[in-house]
């Protein structure tokens, strides 16, 4: 049980262009999901936290405009990458949460920005 | 604040020999959540094992055990016999009982060779 997962699991895509990444919870439902960015070499950092049917809510120094987030079910919260530039290359990784302080999460998504 | 310090970059062993992991945490809450995954180069992040603060009893779990210590504020991780296919990051994280918001140390790289 507690499964997560994401897609697409890869991606490339010409700068100034949009990525969207979607996160599902497949076997439960999930009260909260976070998105996170991880650099090469480097630890998670929390990019946002969405609850579903509510606005993102995001971490100090993550542009809101850039990183849209939708969580339109409680098992669906999709990140689209807007007029991605080489800078924004990096994992993303989402995780699902039913509550109760516990966390799962998705294998990530490897975007490059050419 | 709350803060995660994992003080050992990388660390080398050779199969067989036991190695720890440290976890130093600070946090201004009494109820909070620590927790280690394993971060294999394939990406995706491996839940490992999830600890509430009122237990500081310590766990073992195959050749894995956690050291949990209040009065130093440390979570270290032992791997008792290593194997080649323990080599990962593994990454020490923190959640505060009122938010699942996951703060997450910077890692420790863990290389076993035969």
């Known amino acids: 049980g507690a499964v997560v997962s994401q897609h697409p699991s890869r991606v490339i895509c010409k700068s100034g262009t949009s990525v969207k990444i979607e996160c599902r919870s497949l076997?439960?439902?999930?009260?909260?999901m976070f998105w996170y960015r991880q650099f090469p070499k480097q630890s998670l950092m929390l990019m946002a936290t969405?609850?579903?049917?509510?606005?993102?809510?995001?971490e100090q120094g993550v542009e809101k405009d850039k990183f849209l987030i939708n969580h339109a079910s409680l098992t669906l919260s999709t990140l689209t990458v807007t007029s991605a530039h080489p800078e924004d290359s990096s994992f993303y990784i989402c995780?699902?949460?039913?509550?109760?302080?516990?966390?799962?999460f998705g294998p990530g998504t490897r975007l490059t920005v050419t | 604040a709350q803060k995660v310090t994992q003080a050992q970059t990388e660390i080398s062993v050779v199969e067989k020999e036991d190695v720890t992991l440290d976890c130093v945490y600070e946090?201004?809450?009494?109820?909070?959540?620590l927790f280690w995954y394993k971060q294999p180069p394939s990406g995706e992040l491996v839940f490992l094992i999830r600890?509430?603060?009122?237990?500081?009893q310590n766990e073992i779990s195959g050749r894995y055990s956690w050291n949990f210590q209040k009065s130093t504020s440390s979570f270290n991780f032992t791997i008792t016999a290593s194997q080649v296919v323990d080599s990962a990051v593994y990454f020490c994280?923190?959640?505060?009982?009122?938010?699942?918001?996951?703060?997450f140390g910077t890692g420790t790289r863990l290389q076993v060779f035969p």
């Open positions: 994280a923190l959640s505060e009982a009122h938010t699942d918001k996951l703060i």
């Open positions: 969405s609850n579903e049917g509510s606005k993102a809510t995001y």
């Open positions: 076997d439960f439902q999930a009260t909260t």
């Open positions: 995780s699902a949460s039913p509550g109760k302080n516990e966390q799962y």
């Open positions: 600890r509430n603060s009122f237990d500081e």
């Open positions: 946090t201004r809450d009494t109820t909070y959540y």
